[in-house]
């Protein structure tokens, strides 16, 4: 068997009160828009191992719940441009502070920092273009209903192409949920589980009278349960062997000595392989030789039959083989290649000569260019890689608490977003994993061999509750407590869809035509957005209250901050409740999520400064606004815009017509109540100076604090 180390096992499926929660971008546990506290299926979409109480709803786009998914409100969060070209200045980044949560403690190292535990969290996105118009298949979304795409196997392991496409099309619903795609985990079910794998004493199930156990049972999935289209072996262990969607970000590890290993070995830049078969185009090409029958020679090859009727017998390929190592592939007349992972297909170079020339220079952004095939053996292009991810000692959290890190703060990472040749809109998810084992076996080197097997006189490292006796004179028996589908395991959440907008594409949108080009290549863009969701501490656990994010921000006058949010119009925190408090408690109608943002003098204020007294807006610079007027508002525009939460536009009828306040004939709600629950805002420069602003609806004394701080420093001369 090829695998024989790992890296990072992992989880079962249970329900527990444990765990990993994104607050930003806002992690979804598997919910929609579900009014309760408890979300309505914990299989809807990826095994979060969560509590049923977390997450937060898809953002709305009007003051009403979403009907359909124009009325959903994706995040946009404007792709870096080509900072690679500028050093580390940080020029032509876009910036998005990722914050979590993590019940179970991490951080730490066993030489100098020892925790209780050892731990790592992998974090990973998948784009695909945005297009409304792709297949159902193919495209991702959030869905309209709380239900779990339907899963068929093939009735035969021989079925035809047609056959599997009528098949696929039977059991995908386009109103249900789409991240991982119904090939992904139809190729996960028929392939063989990596047998190299520690499974402890665990019993895994076989396929459904296929006659082998596949890659949906896994020891913290021994019964195959599936969860929307995600593999569970792929879930569970990282990094993983075979070519996947997802393009990896980061990994905060249990000690930095690791990052090595994570960075070289992670599919950004480490081809993975498998099997790839096709499938038969005529009758009787399932009878010819296989290709260990054949010698290397191609003289001796000359006479032999399958190399004589490969080409005739095949139609197109598989998107499953069985086999998942080269020997048993090659056996059964697969090829065994490598699936090279790449951003996008450079849209101009169409040669190798060419692509080689361009790569890493100002034409392609600083990108690096590879002339090669993603999948083995297949026709070449010009491709954009990804970088390896980066790699940090995890940071640190406390055992048993969803809180803050050491220095106060929720722990976060700060993603640089990615920068695309292509002119071309993106529709993306973001996850996050979340490992944790202990020194009990040794993570890494502990495989199949030492899985429970009395027959053979191998004990497993951990059993299931074993008993223990704590000295051989009293011999008083003990039970521990240890589940071993969980003895090493992992948690997970996921954002819902957001979208990645180039700034090339929407470049007319962008105001100030004179330095529109320059500026919108090398502005650094940083996104200030909000977490939380409606109700009390105790309602809303284990997700958070509302509060900017981050809600202290330092930035030059070179830079740019894109201010917006997105909000829930039926977060109302109802019953059932499960094991936590239900209720709403907030200003304004019950289960709407609001926010604006309004100056304050100092931070230990609670009134907003009136607008003749407001220095946020003097001579601030919107770049970019979500709506098409104005194009470039003044100081009372961007201060009326901000304190509307987009309700007006602008003040003046002459300015933005209908949208402004002179017009609208139904005037804004003081509480914001018939205000978007979501708002693009704008992306704006500001001048020198340090900024305090609130929410007026949810910044409530002694109740909850939603309040941020912005300081502008003159950016150095270049």
Sequence with gaps: MLWQRVSLVVLLTSSVFADLYLHNPRGSNNRLNERSANRNNANRVFDSQNNNRGGYNVGDRSNQAARNEDQQYPMKYFQSGPYKLYGQTGQGQSLLTVEWTNQHGCGGNEDSD???????????????????????????????????????????????????????????????????????????NLRERNRGLFTADQKLRTNNGRGYSSAIYTRQNPNGNRRGYECPEERDYYPYWHPTDWVDISVLAQNSTLCSYYRTESQNVMPKHECVEWYANKEGCDQFNTKSQCTTTAAANKGCEWWERANECRGPRKHWSRWNNIDDCEQNNGEWLAFTKVLETHPVYTNEADCRAASRTESVGGMTLWWGSIIEGKESACHTLPDAPTCFEAPWSRVNHLGNGRDAEANNFTWVLPYYANPEDKRCIFRMRYNISTDDYDPY????????????????????????????????????????????????????????????????????????????????????????????????????????????????????????????????????????????????????????????????????????????????????????????????????????????????????????????????????????????????KFRPGTYHYICSRNNNFTNRSQKGKLVVKQAASR
């Design 114 to 188: 020892p925790h209780k535990l050892n731990c790592n969290l992998v974090l990973q996105y998948m784009c695909q273009k945005d297009d409304t118009n792709l297949p159902k298949h193919t495209r991702i979304r959030d869905g309209l209903n709380t239900n779990t795409q339907n899963y068929r196997g093939p009735g035969s392991l021989t079925e035809t192409k047609s056959n599997f496409e009528n098949r696929r099309s039977n059991n995908i619903a386009d109103n249900k949920v789409l991240h991982e795609s119904f090939e992904w985990y139809d190729k996960c």
């Design 445 to 684: 080197n502990t495989n199949a061999s030492h899985n429970n097997n009395p027959q053979a006189g191998v004990r497993s490292p951990v059993t299931q509750n074993p008993t223990v006796t704590i000295g051989s004179a009293s011999n008083i028996p003990l039970r521990l407590a240890i589940n071993t589908a969980q003895f090493g395991r992992t948690f997970q959440d996921r954002s819902h869809i957001f979208e990645m907008p180039s700034r090339e594409v929407h470049k007319d949108q962008f105001g100030d035509r004179s330095v529109q080009a320059d500026e919108l290549k090398k502005t650094r863009i940083f996104n200030l957005n909000v977490r939380g969701k409606r109700g009390n501490i105790v309602q809303v656990y284990p997700s958070v209250e509302y509060d900017f994010m981050p809600n202290n921000l330092e930035m030059t006058t070179d830079d740019a901050v894109h201010i917006q949010w997105t909000g829930s119009n039926t977060h109302n925190n109802g019953a059932p409740g499960g094991d936590g408090q239900t209720g709403d408690a907030g200003e304004g109608t019950g289960g709407t999520d609001r926010h604006n943002v309004v100056q304050i003098e100092d931070p230990l204020d609670n009134y907003p400064l009136p607008f003749e007294r407001t220095t946020m807006w003097d001579g601030a610079k919107a770049i970019y606004c979500g709506h098409t007027q104005p194009l470039n508002p003044s100081k009372k525009q961007l201060a009326v815009l901000m304190a509307s939460a987009g309700y007006y536009h602008c003040f003046e009828q002459a300015v933005c017509g209908a949208q402004s306040v002179e017009t609208k004939p139904n005037k804004l709600n003081n509480l914001l109540n018939n205000a978007p629950a979501s708002f693009e805002g704008c992306i704006m």
